[in-house]
Structures are given as structure tokens and as C-alpha cells.
Nanobody
Framework: VQLVESGGALVQPGGSLRLSCTLS????????VGWFRQSPGKAREGVSC????????FYADSVKGRFAVSRDDVKNTIDLQMNVLRPEDTATYYC?????????????????????WGQGTQVTVSS
């Protein structure tokens, strides 16, 4: 299983970015992809989750209403659209995969739940 994040960049406060998590190396079609972020000196935190089992999504309170996660079947990616970005959104963003999972509850953003991880992409929000 391979996950590769892309789309990170430097953006001004209030701006937008779209991150993509490209998936490969597996054939099962029922899984959840979580988006996480980590800043220097801080623990990795869950941001959003998308499940292919039922299309369910879940968001951390800190990004609810600003971020949206979706699936692109043509590109085989799980994308994270980030709007109204704030300096506190600055972090390395990771995507991760867990087989046969749903995204109904806060536990879907638990780091320990996920088995496969990408290498991360840097998002910096600064003027």
C-alpha cells in the first residue's frame, strides 16, 4: 500500500489549498483515508476522514466548515480542500489508510487506528 501526498504550499491567511492523497499498491475497495497534521513540537492530530465503505466523512472541530474531503475516482485520490486558511493551520499534512473503516465518530481520527501512512506535504499559512 502506498500513499503520496501533494499540493502543499505557502499561502496567505484566508487563502485556499487543495491537497491530494494518491493511493496505489492495493486492490481492496473498502477503506478509510484520514488526513492528519503535525506541527513542530506538537502531537499529530486528526483533521478529516473519508470512508469508501459508505461515503461517510468526519472533521475535527478546528476545521469544520472550512475543510472538505472528497474522492476522485478518476485520479484515485482522496482530496482535502482547505479554505479560509489560518496561520494555525500551518503543519505537515499526512494521509493514512485503514481497511474497512467508517468515518462516523471522533475515533475515526485516532492516529493509532491507521496502518499505512504517506510521507507528508508541508502547508505554511503566512503573510
Amino acid at each position: 500500500v502506498q500513499l503520496v501526498e501533494s499540493g502543499g504550499a505557502l499561502v496567505q491567511p484566508g487563502g485556499s489549498l487543495r491537497l491530494s492523497c494518491t493511493l496505489s499498491g492495493f486492490t481492496f475497495d473498502r477503506y478509510a483515508v484520514g488526513w492528519f497534521r503535525q506541527s513542530p513540537g506538537k502531537a499529530r492530530e486528526g483533521v478529516s476522514c473519508f470512508s469508501t465503505v459508505d461515503g461517510s466523512t468526519f472533521y475535527a472541530d478546528s476545521v469544520k466548515g472550512r475543510f472538505a474531503v472528497s474522492r476522485d475516482d478518476v485520479k484515485n485520490t482522496i482530496d482535502l480542500q482547505m479554505n479560509v486558511l489560518r496561520p494555525e493551520d500551518t503543519a505537515t499534512y499526512y494521509c493514512a489508510l485503514e481497511a474497512s473503516s467508517l468515518c462516523w465518530v471522533k475515533q475515526s481520527l485516532n492516529v493509532d487506528k491507521y496502518d499505512f501512512w504517506g510521507q507528508g506535504t508541508q502547508v505554511t499559512v503566512s503573510s
